[in-house]
């Protein structure tokens, strides 16, 4: 069974900076790509980051620059570090695993239970 679990979300000021974790088990983790996603209030779901097994990045246009995704395979671990955060960032952050049917970002890959990040003007 495979299970996410973020950690790391919070109330922050504009400007201030946060580190989201997501520890990984009941996938090989080491060979596979990790996503963050993203859900703010009355808006879908978007891609923050992605990272491969190799550690190729991507990042939502707006985001590069403040935002980094990063991996630690001895630890099952992909992690967000987001800085200058603005009121915009405010949103429930989802760690993502593609699934063995279902690449990221699709409904029906791995998703976690969401941390919620509050971003205050």
């Known amino acids: 069974q495979v299970q996410l679990v973020e950690s790391g979300g919070g109330l922050v000021q504009a400007g201030g900076s946060l580190r989201l974790s997501c520890a990984a088990s009941?996938?090989?983790?080491?060979?596979?790509?990790m996503g963050w996603y993203r859900r703010a209030p009355g808006k879908k779901r978007e891609l923050v980051a992605s990272i491969t097994s190799g550690g190729s990045t991507n990042y939502a246009d707006s985001l590069k620059g403040r935002f980094t995704i990063s991996r630690d395979n001895a630890k099952s671990t992909v992690y967000l570090q987001m800085n200058s955060l603005k009121p915009e960032d405010t949103a429930v952050y989802y760690c993502n695993a593609p699934s063995i049917v279902y690449g990221l970002g699709h409904d029906r890959s791995n998703w976690g239970q969401g941390t919620q990040v509050t971003v205050s003007s």
């Open positions: 009941g996938i090989i983790f080491r060979t596979s790509a």
